[in-house]
Every structure is written in structure tokens, then in C-alpha cells.
């Protein structure tokens, strides 16, 4: 059986957010395939050099995918205990004879590719030249993997999580042929490096995917045949239709709550749930519940996007208008949280003759980025539980220039860019 390693630098007594995100998500999302034994997931939360060293040993003779989130350079991967040394890890993974992709979602790590080439390694590699926001770096991992599950190529995954991101982040995947070059240019701040040692490699699926694509035509070749019986049978007695309907589709429930378990004071809330390439809009009811009929069936085993729309002045428990379900269950509860019951940082970004500054980028560690607007104006929100900050770093960026301030929420704060 094939094996898969996730390793996550994240630290016990300071877990970072936006790492823990991307392992809990990822995990979820590859659970649905690793307990029909298609292949072994292995998952190292709070990796050290001890335990990565350890683990890509013990399963290098079946290790295909080798995953790797956290702080890195262009020398080493900085693991919870020290750092571990980038040529000694690709030592390790060169070792690995099955092994088809090694994914660094960490800074700075496209000189990992050259140390791995010149182990001979044959694996694809997902790697980066700079800084990369740790939000965007979540989120990008997160759609790669979602498009993954579902059957895609390893270069067409790639290609769906760019354009997931592209729709509110500048995004580029850069293919390296040949020799790395580590003073490429940055094209954007949210950039990857993609090497492939042949075409050949960018079509890899993950190990499940033949198989399970083939147990699916068994299973719904033998479902339809005992269909077609019983619903030739059906038509003789009565009208069949509704049985059909029932048998190929099913409603989900959504009840939509406040943070003391009531429904929303705000008026019919909306959401957006996104099944594969259609969405579906529902408006809840004055309790709070969100009825979805008829969802296709082959939905119920998979990871589902919902969004809020329509309501700008609250949004999910997470901060955010995005959550993700699973529909296997028949309902589900999602809190709605009032920006008011939220903190924020407010500033303006100035150039170096005070002037301000429309369209700069600024961001507060690992939260969305924003954009100022024509008076250079910006507003970052950020959980209730930030209130009683009183240091927060928020950077803010325009034409390659680059300042940094630490504010504390609900004081004015502001940015002079040397433009």
C-alpha cells in the first residue's frame, strides 16, 4: 500500500492558526479514500527533526507523496525542536524509490529543488522563491489537495488552485525545465515554483485513483441494474418517480446560529453552496434554517464549500464568509458572529511626501490582505479574541515597496511607503 507523510512545524504551546487549519483540513479531506485502504495516511502535527528523519526511513520503500507546511529557507526547514538541514532531508527522500511528488509549502524553499535534482531525486516538486502569506499558503494547499481527491491530474490540480486563488490573490505557478536559477524574479507574492522531471510526472494521480474509479463503474453498474428492476417493477403498481427522486438525491438541513445558539437577529440570511462546477443559493427561514433539496448523490461523501452572501455586517465563527462541510450527515449547525463583536485595525498608507496611497496592499500576519481605498484608507477585521492586543504587525505593499508597523486594534495606525 502506498503511503503518504504530512509533517506540520507547528509548535504544542504556541500552535499557529493557519497551520493547523491546513492539517486538520487536509486530513478530513483525504479521510473519505484512507479508510477504504487505498492508501496510508501518516500525519506529523508537531513535526521535529527526530520524527521526520524516522518517519520518511520506516515508509521510504512505499512513500509517494511527502508534504511539508511550515517556517523554511533556503537551507533548512525549521521544524518544532531546530532546524533540520534542507540537504540532509533530500538525502532522505532521494531514498524513496516510489516516491512522486514533495510538496514545501514554506518560504523561500526553491533551492530545495536543486539540492533534491542533484540527489537524482525523480519525484515533481511544489516549492517557493519567497515570503508567501501564511493564509494564502493554507488556502492554496487546501484547493490543491481538494482538486486532488477528486481525481485530477497532479498538473491540473495545480492549475485549479491557482485559479481558486486568483480570484482574490495575484497567484502564480512558474514550471522550472532544466537548471534552478535562485535569482528568479518575483512575479508575484504569491508564487510557486513547479519542477517535473518529464511530462509523464504531471500526470500522476494519487494512488487511489485508478481503483477507485474503477470500484465506482462496478458499483454503479450493479446500483442501476438493481434500479432498473425494482423501478420496472414500481411502474407496474404505480407512478415511479418519486422513488427515483429519493434514491438519486437527498436535502441537507443547515441551521444558521448565533453565538448564544439563537437564531440570527439579522433578516434571512443567505448561503451559497458550491457542488462541483453549479452553486446553489438558499435564504434561511425566519429560524434560521436553510433547507437544500434534491442534492446529488455522489455529493454526500464529499467535502462541500458554503459560503454567506449577502451579509456583510456578520460572517462565519472563523472570521470569515467561507466554511466547509461534510454531507454525510443529514444537518449541520453554522455560527454567524456581527462584525461589531469583531475588533479591527484601521490606518491609512502614505507615501513619503504624505500623500496616501489607494490600492496598497496591507495585511496583519496571517489574516486576508486588503486593499486601501481612494484616500488610502483600510480596515482589517480580526477576531473578538485580538481586543486585548496591543502589538499586531501590519504590513502594507505597493510596486515592490514594502513597510511594516505594529498597531494595536481599534487605535488609528498608519504606513509611509518610500514611493
Known amino acids: 500500500m502506498k503511503t503518504l507523510l504530512f509533517c506540520f512545524a507547528n509548535n504544542r504551546d504556541r500552535p499557529l492558526h493557519e497551520l493547523r487549519n491546513e492539517d486538520d483540513t487536509i486530513?478530513?479531506?483525504?479521510?473519505?479514500?484512507?479508510s477504504q485502504q487505498h492508501f496510508q495516511k501518516i500525519r506529523d502535527s508537531f513535526a521535529t527533526t527526530e520524527s521526520v528523519a524516522s518517519k520518511i526511513l520506516i515508509y521510504q520503500d512505499s512513500l509517494c507523496l511527502f508534504h511539508y507546511s511550515g517556517h523554511a529557507g533556503s537551507s533548512a526547514l525549521h521544524l518544532e525542536d531546530s532546524l533540520a538541514r534542507?540537504?540532509?532531508?533530500?538525502?532522505?527522500?532521494?531514498r524513496c524509490p516510489q516516491l512522486r511528488l514533495i510538496f514545501l509549502n514554506g518560504c523561500s524553499t526553491l533551492e530545495h529543488i536543486r539540492l533534491l535534482r542533484d540527489k537524482n531525486s525523480k519525484a515533481a516538486i511544489i516549492a517557493t522563491s519567497t515570503p508567501v502569506n501564511d493564509t494564502v499558503a493554507t488556502q492554496f494547499s487546501i484547493?490543491?489537495?481538494?482538486?486532488?481527491?477528486?481525481?485530477?491530474?497532479?498538473?491540473?490540480?495545480?492549475?485549479?488552485?491557482?485559479?481558486?486563488?486568483?480570484?482574490?490573490?495575484?497567484?502564480?505557478?512558474?514550471?522550472?525545465?532544466?537548471?534552478?536559477?535562485?535569482?528568479?524574479?518575483?512575479?508575484?507574492?504569491?508564487?510557486?515554483?513547479?519542477?517535473?522531471?518529464?511530462?509523464?510526472?504531471?500526470?500522476?494521480k494519487l494512488p487511489a485513483g485508478e481503483?477507485?474509479?474503477?470500484?465506482?463503474?462496478?458499483?454503479?453498474?450493479?446500483?442501476?441494474?438493481?434500479?432498473?428492476?425494482?423501478?420496472?417493477?414500481?411502474?407496474?403498481?404505480?407512478?415511479?418517480?418519486?422513488?427515483?427522486?429519493?434514491?438519486?438525491?437527498?436535502?441537507?438541513?443547515?441551521?444558521?446560529?448565533?453565538?448564544?445558539?439563537?437564531?440570527?437577529?439579522?433578516?434571512?440570511?443567505k448561503l451559497r453552496l458550491l457542488l462541483g462546477n453549479t452553486s446553489r443559493d438558499e435564504t434561511a427561514?425566519?429560524?434560521?434554517?436553510?433547507?437544500?433539496?434534491?442534492?446529488?448523490?455522489?455529493?454526500?461523501?464529499?467535502?462541500?464549500?458554503?459560503?454567506?452572501?449577502?451579509?456583510?455586517?456578520?460572517?462565519?465563527?472563523?472570521?470569515?464568509?467561507?466554511?466547509?462541510?461534510?454531507?454525510?450527515e443529514t444537518e449541520a449547525t453554522l455560527s454567524l458572529v456581527p462584525h461589531e463583536d469583531l475588533c479591527c485595525i484601521r490606518g491609512t498608507v502614505y507615501d513619503a511626501k504624505g500623500q496616501p496611497i489607494p490600492k496598497a496592499s496591507v495585511w496583519a500576519e496571517n489574516f486576508p490582505v486588503r486593499q486601501t481605498d481612494s484616500l488610502g484608507r483600510f480596515?482589517?477585521?480580526l477576531p473578538v479574541k485580538y481586543q486585548q492586543e496591543t502589538s499586531i504587525l501590519v504590513t502594507a505593499r505597493k510596486n515592490q515597496h514594502e513597510a511594516s508597523v505594529h498597531a494595536t486594534p481599534r487605535v488609528e495606525t498608519s504606513l509611509s511607503l518610500p514611493l
Do not use: C
Not at 512558474?174 to 509523464?200: C, H
Open 379 to 381: 480596515v482589517i477585521t
Open 285 to 328: 427561514d425566519p429560524t434560521g434554517r436553510v433547507v437544500i433539496t434534491d442534492i446529488p448523490a455522489r455529493f454526500q461523501q464529499q467535502p462541500v464549500r458554503v459560503e454567506l452572501i449577502d451579509s456583510p455586517d456578520q460572517s462565519f465563527s472563523n472570521g470569515t464568509f467561507v466554511d466547509t462541510l461534510m454531507l454525510s
Open 86 to 94: 534542507a540537504v540532509g532531508v533530500a538525502q532522505l527522500l532521494a
Open 27 to 34: 486530513d478530513r479531506l483525504l479521510d473519505p479514500l484512507s
Open 211 to 269: 481503483e477507485l474509479r474503477n470500484a465506482e463503474r462496478r458499483s454503479q453498474y450493479n446500483r442501476y441494474t438493481r434500479l432498473a428492476i425494482i423501478l420496472g417493477s414500481i411502474v407496474l403498481l404505480s407512478g415511479s418517480f418519486q422513488y427515483f427522486r429519493t434514491h438519486q438525491s437527498f436535502d441537507y438541513v443547515i441551521h444558521l446560529r448565533t453565538a448564544q445558539g439563537q437564531a440570527p437577529a439579522k433578516s434571512n440570511p
Open 143 to 204: 484547493a490543491f489537495y481538494r482538486a486532488l481527491i477528486g481525481g485530477t491530474t497532479l498538473g491540473e490540480a495545480l492549475e485549479r488552485a491557482r485559479l481558486e486563488l486568483q480570484v482574490t490573490e495575484t497567484t502564480t505557478i512558474e514550471t522550472v525545465r532544466g537548471g534552478i536559477d535562485t535569482e528568479l524574479e518575483e512575479i508575484s507574492r504569491n508564487q510557486w515554483y513547479f519542477s517535473a522531471p518529464d511530462e509523464l510526472s504531471t500526470q500522476w
